[in-house]
T-cell receptor, first 109, second 111 residues
Framework: GQNIDQPTEMTATEGAIVQINCTYQTSGFNGLFWYQQHAGEAPTFLSYNVLDGLEEKGRFSSFLSRSKGYSYLLLKELQMKDSASYLCAASSGTYKYIFGTGTRLKVLA | DADVTQTPRNRITKTGKRIMLECSQTKGHDRMYWYRQDPGLGLRLIYYSFDVKDINKGEISDGYSVSRQAQAKFSLSLESAIPNQTALYFC??????????FGPGTRLTVL
């Protein structure tokens, strides 16, 4: 079957670093996306990993291990505006996207 | 102007009514998708279309139908709305293998 798991909720302090994990099980895996979604708004693209390793983009980094079916999103120097849900999504087969249920991150002052 | 637009943005309707949600895009993408989002369940795929002549069911297509009128337009219909179809609906587009671009969403309430 196809499945994506990520924690439901996380809390961190402004200025800190937080790592949001995602494990996936899907056939015909192509790559792994991360999206940010503020409450009541549309998801917006953060990162895409196809190959194993770390991709860094400013304060955000994303890691992929294809052999372990594992990814994480690393957020550094947390800001209050980073309070949002973070969605992990696997692209599989003929480029369909399978989404996890999202991790709701609360950043505290 | 937004690349992906959805109308209406909010809709309240009654059980048994026919509802159409519309999506338009100016990104020139062939691929379009309809999702619904419910608290605790994430985004679930209803239908997707890889070009004008291609329509495919997603994981939760029962009770829904779609029409791809043009490359830029993809409509979702609820033939006879029921309360458990109350949700936030998103349209999205993508190019082959690339990230998806989402519309602002339609909040639908079925009473």
């Amino acid at each position: 079957g196809q499945n994506i798991d990520q924690p439901t909720e996380m809390t961190a302090t402004e200025g800190a670093i937080v790592q949001i994990n995602c494990t996936y099980q899907t056939s015909g895996f192509n790559g792994l996306f991360w999206y940010q979604q503020h409450a009541g708004e549309a998801p917006t693209f953060l990162s895409y990993n196809v190959l194993d390793g770390l991709e860094e983009k400013g304060r955000f980094s994303s890691f992929l291990s294809r052999s372990k079916g594992y990814s994480y999103l690393l957020l550094k120097e947390l800001q209050m505006k980073d309070s949002a849900s973070y969605l992990c999504a696997a692209s599989s087969g003929t480029y369909k996207y399978i989404f996890g249920t999202g991790t709701r991150l609360k950043v505290l002052a | 102007d937004a690349d992906v637009t959805q109308t209406p943005r909010n809709r309240i309707t009654k059980t048994g009514k026919r509802i159409m949600l519309e999506c338009s895009q100016t990104k020139g993408h062939d691929r379009m998708y309809w999702y619904r989002q419910d608290p605790g369940l994430g985004l679930r795929l209803i239908y997707y279309s890889f070009d004008v002549k291609d329509i495919n069911k997603g994981e939760i297509s029962d009770g829904y139908s779609v029409s791809r009128q043009a490359q830029a337009k993809f409509s979702l219909s609820l033939e006879s709305a029921i309360p458990n179809q109350t949700a936030l609906y998103f349209c999205a587009t993508s190019d082959l293998g690339d990230e998806q671009f989402f519309g602002p969403g339609t909040r639908l309430t079925v009473l």
